[in-house]
């Protein structure tokens, strides 16, 4: 008998718009049997989804999409059927959330630098919703009227005309090594797609 499935979704750990409570009641109504929430580089959120989605009796795969660097190019690996608690894989994650919180800092000072209406302090004074996905410094653009929202931020503002990138993050290996080491195993998110830059194929 097959199982309806999805193995690659967000909450409001990371960059998804959903509460666990409300992840595992879409799951419900999609008639999902198999999920794993894969956040950006955390697990925040795992530990309530699996509570809640082994009450609901839809199995929950404890997963994260963590960050990776190969030559100047930004890569996401999966790791699914990881042990959250594994200190290797969460100092991993946690480096590169910190890496990720400083690109934000970093974005709104080379903006105001290229004369764009932004102000540091206010950023710096700045907080917002995370149930409206996205990012800190995307939520900062929009409210200030400067972004519409994540393909104009990637099309118009991040871009290397502004000095914007991705941070470094570890290698891929790296990340393979700690996924590993937490127990899970290691794939390569959306191959398929030259987001991220040219070489997915090779």
Avoid at 58 to 68: G, N, V, Y
Avoid at 85 to 91: A, D, G, T, V
Avoid at 160 to 171: I, K
């Amino acid at each position: 008998m097959s199982e309806r499935a999805d193995l690659h979704i967000h909450t409001t750990a990371s960059d998804g718009t959903w509460t666990p409570a409300e992840l595992i009641a879409e799951a419900q109504k999609q008639q999902l049997g198999l999920i794993a929430v894969t956040d950006h580089d955390s697990v925040a959120n795992v530990a309530e989804a699996m509570t809640l989605a082994a009450a609901a009796g839809i199995t929950l795969l404890p997963a994260a999409e963590i960050c990776s660097t190969k030559e100047d190019l930004s890569f996401h690996i999966l790791g699914y059927g990881i042990d959250i608690h594994n200190k290797q894989l969460l100092e991993l994650m946690q480096h590169n959330e910190a890496l990720l919180e400083q690109k934000d800092v970093d974005s709104i000072h080379l903006l105001a630098r290229d004369g764009w209406p932004v102000d540091e302090a206010e950023f710096a004074r700045y907080t917002y919703d995370r149930r409206r996905g996205g990012w800190r410094a995307l939520s900062y653009l929009i409210d200030k009227g400067l972004c519409t929202g994540v393909g104009d931020f990637f099309q118009r503002i991040f871009t290397p005309e502004h000095d914007l990138g991705f941070p470094e993050f570890p290698p891929i290996s790296e990340v393979i090594a700690a996924i590993h080491a937490a127990g899970g195993a290691a794939l390569c998110a959306h191959a398929a797609s030259g987001f991220h830059g040219p070489g997915l194929e090779r």
